[in-house]
């Protein structure tokens, strides 16, 4: 399961995000997501953090919560892991 | 959500930013309490004066910006006009605040706004620190119930947002800004409340998102975050400007509702630069009939090459 949420959570970080040059392949399971080569910001990480709640029924509702979850596509996937309702989490 | 004035969070305010001190608002109601105003107005155009000697800093951005709208170097009345502008109006909200009768009419033209009023959706709401534009978020709740989260930035002299919040608490929330960490965080609550959000779209600060545009002769950065927020909530935007008509009102002008539709992020990025753009046309417009209108007292938006 966990190779398969990883997989699906680079992927839906590259579509919502409209990231130009990058696969979902490129992605390292603990490449941080914010202040790294993936320039991300502020309204980004918002953005993916709505995308996320939609996805999985989670909720992220701090800018701390927010910053731990997207510590790397791990922590994320360990985060709605946690979180999710396993009937949500691809199989 | 309880959509009452939130009491300020627990975290240091930001140096005063507007002219005058932090007493400064409770000495001016307290005067206005007992003074008449032909006794009391020539007191607070002289105290503007005491001002106009005592901020260089806030002069020296007037003057900058008098420049950008005139082409021509301003003289010391149009300079004194332009702080006495800003202090006649934090003087209406004062008495706003304290009770005295105001009101926002649409202006012919506002189609964002009469759209918005009558859909009842929630909507991202931008306006500019131009004339009596800070009121209509105030006038909006109990003139067309309509219940509205500001974004403001907690000051050492915020005693006059303090006392509006009072007034009209029951259809403001303030959302502080001083925590920018959470500030996007708290937009998002409020929005997924079904509250419409306030934000201010000429200055930087805390603006995630800046693009530039034409304004005053150059290609000026402005904050854009509103409409990424807009596309990510798939909520209208509109923008707004208050400007002050005859005593007791104020002319509320708009822009048309900008819609996330299905083109796609960068289409309605495109769209929105616009939208935005042709809106900054009309408040120039508006400047170069009265530059005295915005109170533009922090750098100018910078130029970009």
Redesign the interface.
């Known amino acids: 399961m966990s190779d398969s949420l990883n997989a699906r959570l680079k992927q839906l970080i590259v579509t919502t995000l ?1 990231l130009e040059d990058v696969t979902p392949e490129q992605l390292a399971d603990d490449e941080p997501l914010i202040g790294s080569g993936l320039n991300l ?3 980004d ?3 993916l ?2 995308t996320l709640e939609k996805e999985f029924g989670i909720k992220i ?4 919560e ?1 910053r731990q979850a997207l510590a790397s596509i791990a922590h994320l996937a360990e985060f709605i892991r946690a979180r999710a309702d396993p009937s949500r989490l691809p199989g | 959500m309880a959509m009452t004035a939130s009491a300020p969070p627990a975290v240091a305010a930001a140096p005063a930013r507007n002219p005058g001190p932090s007493w400064g608002y409770r000495f001016l109601c307290a005067c206005d309490a007992v003074l008449p105003e032909v006794v009391f107005r020539p007191l607070r155009a002289l105290g503007t004066w005491v001002a106009l000697a005592n901020m260089p800093a806030q002069r020296a951005h007037s003057r900058a910006y008098l420049k950008a709208v005139t082409g021509r170097d301003p003289t010391w009345r149009e300079v004194f006009r332009h702080f006495f502008a800003f202090e006649e109006f934090l003087m209406l909200r004062l008495r706003v605040a304290h009770g005295q009768a105001h009101r926002g009419d649409l202006a012919p033209d506002a189609t964002g706004f009469r759209e918005l009023l009558a859909s009842g959706e929630p909507a991202l709401l931008g306006t500019f620190h131009v004339g009596h534009s800070d009121l209509t978020g105030f006038l909006l709740g109990p003139q067309e119930g309509r219940r509205v989260f500001m974004v403001r930035q907690r000051v050492d002299n915020s005693h006059d947002t303090e006392v509006l919040g009072a007034r009209f608490g029951d259809w403001v929330t303030f959302i502080w800004v001083n925590d920018p960490g959470n500030l996007l965080f708290a937009l998002k609550d409020a929005l997924a409340a079904g509250g419409s959000v306030a934000l201010k779209c000429d200055r930087l600060e805390f603006s995630a998102k800046t693009e530039a545009f034409e304004f005053l002769g150059a290609r000026r950065l402005f904050p854009f975050t509103i409409y990424h927020l807009a596309l990510i909530f798939q909520v209208p935007v509109v923008l707004s400007l208050g400007l002050p008509t005859r005593p007791g009102h104020s002319a509320v002008i708009s822009s048309p509702l900008f819609r996330p539709d299905a083109a796609g992020k960068a289409a309605n990025l495109a769209r929105a630069r616009g939208h935005f753009q042709e809106f900054l046309a009309r408040l120039e417009g508006h400047l170069r009939d009265d530059p005295r209108l915005w109170f533009n007292f922090t750098p100018l938006n910078p130029p970009v090459p």
């Not at chain 1, 509702?61 to 701390?64: A, L, P, Q, T, V």
């Open positions: 409209k910001d502020s309204i990480a918002l953005e953090v709505v509702s701090s800018s701390e927010s």
